[in-house]
């Protein structure tokens, strides 16, 4: 079986040279993007890959560095690609405050028919903790995350024992217990903020209180522009860039 991820952006939601965080998901039979900031149309643009080569898009969480992009997605689906309408892989709950409060500002268009999400997208929810079989080499299974209080987010785990942090504030028991060692988790993506309190994201100095076994499966990701100023003091953590193919063999 053969799993690749690859980085589309790597930068915090204020990064002016990382692209906004989001990946691919690709297996050989499905190509899944993982949120859609406003810079992903020009970063899969930057790899030649097409919006209709896309099968789905996994939301984590509605702050406009991970949906920004689904506008100009929804519109040229529609617009340039003939109609084609991509899954959208989220919570019902997530449906609902990602239309309403906000897709549905620049999408909604009664005249010509465009009244819900569902008029642009292919909805398949998913529940927490239920995994599920998107193609015969991808299963995915989502659980909630802390990120911001009241707010839905929610972080990923990819065929079992990948997992893919959405924004999320540090959880060193989640780490430890669950993604090491209950599910046994071989790679780990996650959101890294470099310097100050962490408040809403998870903080390098927070990450280096883990295990050192843990650190060596660890991609830094969704970090603020300075991240050159903190190669080499990451321990066995690697950032990750954009562009950048992980191979996961299963
Ligand atoms: N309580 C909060 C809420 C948000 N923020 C910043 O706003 C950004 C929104 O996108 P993000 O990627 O979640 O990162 C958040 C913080 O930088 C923050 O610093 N403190
Ligand atoms: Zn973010
Ligand atoms: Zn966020």
């Known amino acids: 079986m053969s799993l690749q991820i690859q980085m589309l952006g790597t930068g915090s939601a204020f990064s002016k040279l990382y692209y906004n965080t989001s990946a691919l998901i690709r297996t050989t039979d499905a190509t899944i993007l993982i949120d859609c900031g406003p810079t992903v149309p020009k970063s899969l643009s930057e790899i030649a ?54 897709l549905k500002g620049g999408l909604y268009n009664p005249e010509d028919g465009f009244h819900q999400l569902q008029d642009y997208f292919e909805l398949v929810f998913l529940q927490e903790r239920v995994p599920y079989q998107l193609s015969p080499e991808l299963t ?84 603020d522009d300075h991240m050159t100023e903190f190669i080499g003091q990451t321990g066995p953590m690697t950032f990750i860039h954009k562009h950048e193919i992980i191979k996961i063999s299963d």
Not at 77 to 102: C, D, H, I, M, P
Not at 155 to 171: G, K, P
Not at 218 to 223: A, C, E, K, P, S
């Open 49 to 102: 890959i097409e919006l209709d080569q896309i099968d789905g898009i996994f939301i984590s969480h509605i702050h406009a560095d991970h949906i920004g992009g689904l506008e100009e997605v929804a519109f040229r689906l529609f617009y340039q690609y003939n109609r084609k309408r991509l899954t959208l892989y989220v919570t019902e709950a997530l449906a609902g405050v990602l239309w309403e409060n906000s």
């Open 140 to 223: 995915i299974e989502i659980v909630p995350t802390l990120h911001v209080a009241q707010k839905l987010n929610y972080s990923i785990f990819i065929n079992h024992r990948t997992f893919y942090s959405a924004d999320l504030q540090f959880n060193k028991d989640f780490l430890l217990n669950e993604v090491a060692h209950t599910r046994n988790c071989h790679t780990i993506f996650h959101d890294c903020q470099l310097s100050g309190p962490g408040y809403v994201h998870t903080t390098l100095e927070e990450l280096l209180t883990l295990p050192e076994d843990i650190q060596k499966l660890i991609y830094l990701m969704h970090y």
